[in-house]
Nanobody
């Protein structure tokens, strides 16, 4: 089993920053791709960023490019999402996910492991 625990969500004003962290434990190796999804009320869960184990292949959703930065520390089994210039439309529950792949999918159905989610609320 793989356990993922997110932290760092909260309430922030538009233009502000938040840093989300995800700690992985259990039967997970550094070869897992890690991703951050988000789901706003009434909307589908969407991939906002993913990073493969080497860190040399990173995906960002168009809506967050230039504002969000994903990174990972394989030695510590953690992945971080630095979120800057936040907008009210970034408000959602953010989920950490893991999958043993070097070609992460944008579909949440193809990710095997999930954290419990952390709420991010951006006020205008």
């Amino acid at each position: 089993q793989v356990q993922l625990v997110e932290s760092g969500g909260g309430l922030v004003q538009a233009g502000g920053s938040l840093r989300l962290s995800c700690a992985a434990s259990g039967r997970i190796s550094f070869r897992y791709a890690m991703g951050w999804f988000r789901q706003a009320p009434g909307k589908e869960r969407e991939l906002v960023a993913s990073i493969v184990w080497r860190g040399d292949s990173i995906y960002y959703a168009e809506s967050v490019k230039g504002r969000l930065t994903v990174s990972r520390d394989n030695a510590k089994s953690t992945v971080t999402l630095q979120m800057n210039s936040l907008k009210p439309e970034d408000t959602a529950v953010y989920y950490c996910a893991a999958e043993l792949t070097e070609r992460p999918s944008t579909s949440p159905r193809l990710w095997s492991y999930w954290g419990q989610g952390t709420q991010v609320t951006v006020s205008s």
